[in-house]
């Protein structure tokens, strides 16, 4: 088993940077990837970015150029930096692991909350 908490959530005005943190614990050497994904209210859960154990990344087009994924493998913590938030970035944040052993995002965060207003 693996858990995950996540910290760095609140609210920022747009144009604002916010950093979450992803900190793992269990059963790490089981995890193939990490990624964060985000929900608004009345949306489905999508994907804002991933990275391998080997530090290969991918973005969602709509946070390209605005949001970094990276991680500290001596820490077992995956990081988010945000910059130049937009209100339609408003969502719960939930940090996911995907197993080594089937591929699919089992582990879950309990989630932080992200606001961007004025």
């Known amino acids: 088993q693996v858990q995950l908490v996540e910290s760095g959530g609140g609210l920022v005005q747009p144009g604002g940077s916010l950093r979450l943190s992803c900190a793992a614990s269990?059963?790490?050497?089981?995890?193939?990837?990490m990624g964060w994904y985000r929900q608004a209210p009345g949306k489905l859960r999508d994907v804002v970015a991933t990275?391998?154990?080997?530090?290969?990344?991918n973005y969602a087009d709509s946070v390209k150029g605005r949001f970094t994924i990276s991680r500290d493998n001596a820490k077992n913590t995956v990081y988010l930096q945000m910059n130049s938030l937009k209100p339609e970035d408003s969502a719960v944040y939930s940090c996911?692991?995907?197993?080594?052993?089937?591929?699919?995002?089992?582990?879950w965060g309990q989630g932080t909350q992200v606001t961007v207003s004025s």
């Open positions: 996911a692991a995907l197993r080594s052993d089937n591929f699919r995002w089992d582990y």
């Open positions: 269990g059963s790490i050497f089981s995890i193939n990837a």
């Open positions: 990275i391998t154990s080997g530090g290969s990344t």
